[in-house]
């Protein structure tokens, strides 16, 4: 049929992250994947070409922690309802995500893991590219909108099998733990025998034991600012060590109201392209105020806030493409720079970036189409438009 399309996209400028700049070139798929990309002299064998006229051609983007939208929740989504949010992620932009988890008795978290694994790879949705556990491994000093009763200490033996049936559909799998509870560290070396990656989070770290955390293997600080102690002149905490370590990836929830645009931009300042635009997102996105729920605690959604009923902030509304567009205020950056934090960055973090992340040759044509207002015009999934 048509999946095997060769496209010419014609005089587009094109997102280049290397040098964070559109380049005016053309880009060819073929099937799903990217054939070539840019100054191209050119191309002999297409199926149908696409003039852009200028218009800007991006990678799809990229949220590595999302809870869900359109009234689903990751934890209790059938398959349909994974489906249905699915056409939601996409119409925004999001062509690839890390569905999260927060917190849930472990045989919900369990059959989650399971039902998200049967997607992996799938055609007919977004990429649904593995799993984020954002639950249960919590300080409950730290727990945010995480029930207390659903918390238990880190435990190697409970990982296998949330990693294994991910790790044989080639799924990837990110868990973020308080990792100064995993006192022998034997939590954070089995994940990375399984072939997971750590994140620091809901955590009351000493900077010294953030530091440790990065030595046994996090890779990333979860909602840095966010469920951690706040940065202190004497104590410089988990934040410090997120925003000093080089090699730290740092996830932000840039909406301007989990953390002030002035501390935004001092995270960009000190991160560059190892910030990470998420939306920490849950089931209220793209539906409105009213009454809603997150990892067992009610949660009221008023004026597109959501908090739980004693006040703590229960995720977000926030929508990715928005944040690009919030950073790049926030931070006083081009939006070609924001761009990176939500595409390349959030792929390398949690080691994607071999197969998306960027438009190049090899790798998935998961792309967006801009107008000069860069407002979304088209999606465009495996090398087929969708919207």
């Known amino acids: 049929g048509d999946r095997y399309l060769r496209v010419l996209y014609k005089n587009a400028k094109i997102y280049d992250s290397h040098s964070q700049t559109f380049i005016e070139g053309d880009l060819l798929t073929d099937g799903a994947l990217i054939a070539a990309a840019g100054n191209c002299p050119r191309y002999d064998m297409y199926d149908k070409t696409e003039q852009l006229d200028g218009k800007m051609l991006i990678p799809g983007l990229i949220d590595i922690h999302t809870h869900g939208r359109a009234g ?112 022998d560290g034997s939590f954070a070396k089995r994940a990375i025998e399984l072939g997971a990656t750590l994140g620091l989070g809901h955590t009351d770290a000493t900077y010294e034991e953030a530091v440790k955390a990065i030595e046994r293997g ?23 060590a997120g925003l000093a370590d080089s090699e730290a990836f740092c996830e932000i929830i840039a909406d301007g109201f989990h953390i002030s645009p002035p501390m935004v931009r001092l995270a960009y300042l000190c991160k560059r392209e190892k910030l990470v635009l998420i939306t920490d997102s849950m089931e209220a996105t793209g539906c409105g105020d009213g009454e809603y729920s997150i990892a067992g605690m009610p949660v009221t959604v008023k004026d597109g806030k959501a908090r739980t009923h004693d006040g703590a902030i229960a995720g977000s509304t926030l929508d990715l493409f928005d944040a690009v567009q919030n950073l790049s205020a926030f ?48 999606v465009i999934k495996n090398g087929r438009k969708i919207f």
């Not at 925004?92 to 008795?105: D, K, Y």
């Not at 996090?218 to 410090?240: D, I, Q, S, W």
């Open 72 to 183: 689903g929740d990751f934890i209790s989504a059938d398959n349909d309802m994974l489906v249905k949010m699915s056409k939601d992620y996409l119409r925004t932009g999001v062509t690839t995500l890390l569905p999260t988890l927060a917190s849930a008795p472990l045989e919900d978290m369990y059959s989650a893991s399971d039902r998200l694994a049967d997607l992996v790879g799938k055609e007919e949705t977004c990429n649904y590219a593995g799993v984020h556990i954002e639950g249960r491994y919590l300080n409950p000093k730290r727990r945010g909108a995480h029930a207390e009763k659903l918390l238990a200490p880190p435990n190697k033996d409970e990982l296998e099998r949330f990693v294994f049936r991910m790790r044989s559909r080639n799924g990837q799998v990110h868990i973020t733990a308080a990792l100064e509870l995993d006192a």
């Open 218 to 240: 996090a890779v990333t600080f979860t909602h840095l600012f966010n469920a951690m102690p706040p940065l202190h002149h004497r104590e410089g905490g988990a934040v410090c």
């Open 331 to 378: 931070a006083g950056i081009p939006f070609e720079k924001a761009l990176f934090c939500a595409t390349a960055s959030p792929a390398m973090a949690v080691g994607l970036y071999d197969r998306t992340g960027s438009l190049e040759r090899g790798k998935a044509a998961d792309m967006l189409v801009l107008d000069k207002n860069k407002k979304i015009l088209s």
